[in-house]
T-cell receptor, first 113, second 113 residues
Framework: AQKITQTQPGMFVQEKEAVTLDCTYD???????LFWYKQPSSGEMIFLIY??????QNATEGRYSLNFQKARKSANLVISASQLGDSAMYFC??????????FGDGTTLTVKP | KAGVTQTPRYLIKTRGQQVTLSCSPI?????VSWYQQTPGQGLQFLFE???????NKGNFPGRFSGRQFSNSRSEMNVSTLELGDSALYLC????????????FGPGTRLTVT
């Protein structure tokens, strides 16, 4: 069985500063994908970044980077230079090669001006 | 490329009724997954369809069912609605349907009275 744990229900960050959102996962699969999604108050789920289990380099997408530590089974999201528009719920997720997805409970990020 | 579309966006039903939700994936995507999101339970996986076959299923009662058509469009049906079925139902598509990222639609907000 797969499990995603996000231990931070809420986080605050000052505008223009960097913030790290924690995510640990558990799976017995060797091949899987790890993702982060952003859900603003409007409700839509926005795909941010993807890391494959065999990727040796950490994924980056603009201001988003994924700190992947396979041995520790962690996949933390780093947002650099936070903006007010980054205030949202952030979900960490995992998907196996068989297509089964598991999501964490989410972290609510609030960016302060 | 058009994104994932879901219809209807909002729906109000009465207990005991049934409802059908529709999802059109991104062109070329063959995998469609359905999720239920509630404040209390978070984001829960319902099922996934790939090439017209249900490939994965979450822990939901048999009142929840779905299907996928040859053009990859998918429908989800909930019979004998209960108050607890009130939720945001999200559909996500991916290509070709393994561990890669999913793209979500805007969701259908179902209210059961």
């Amino acid at each position: 069985a797969q499990k995603i744990t996000q231990t931070q229900p809420g986080m605050f960050v000052q505008e223009k500063e960097a913030v790290t959102l924690d995510c640990t996962y558990d799976t017995s699969d060797q091949s899987y994908g790890l993702f982060w999604y952003k859900q603003p108050s409007s409700g839509e789920m926005i795909f941010l970044i993807y890391q494959g289990s065999y990727d040796e380099q950490n994924a980056t997408e603009g201001r988003y980077s994924l700190n992947f530590q396979k041995a520790r089974k962690s996949a933390n999201l780093v947002i650099s230079a936070s903006q007010l528009g980054d205030s949202a719920m952030y979900f960490c997720a995992m998907r196996t090669n068989a297509g089964k997805s598991t999501f964490g409970d989410g972290t609510t990020l609030t960016v302060k001006p | 490329k058009a994104g994932v579309t879901q219809t209807p966006r909002y729906l109000i039903k009465t207990r005991g009724q049934q409802v059908t939700l529709s999802c059109s994936p991104i062109s070329g995507h063959r995998s469609v997954s359905w999720y239920q999101q509630t404040p209390g339970q978070g984001l829960q996986f319902l099922f996934e369809y790939f090439s017209e076959t249900q490939r994965n299923k979450g822990n939901f009662p048999g009142r929840f069912s779905g299907r996928q058509f040859s053009n990859s469009r998918s429908e989800m049906n909930v019979s004998t609605l209960e108050l607890g079925d009130s939720a945001l139902y999200l559909c996500a598509s991916s290509y070709p349907g393994g561990s890669e990222e999913q793209y979500f639609g805007p969701g259908t907000r179902l209210t059961v009275t």
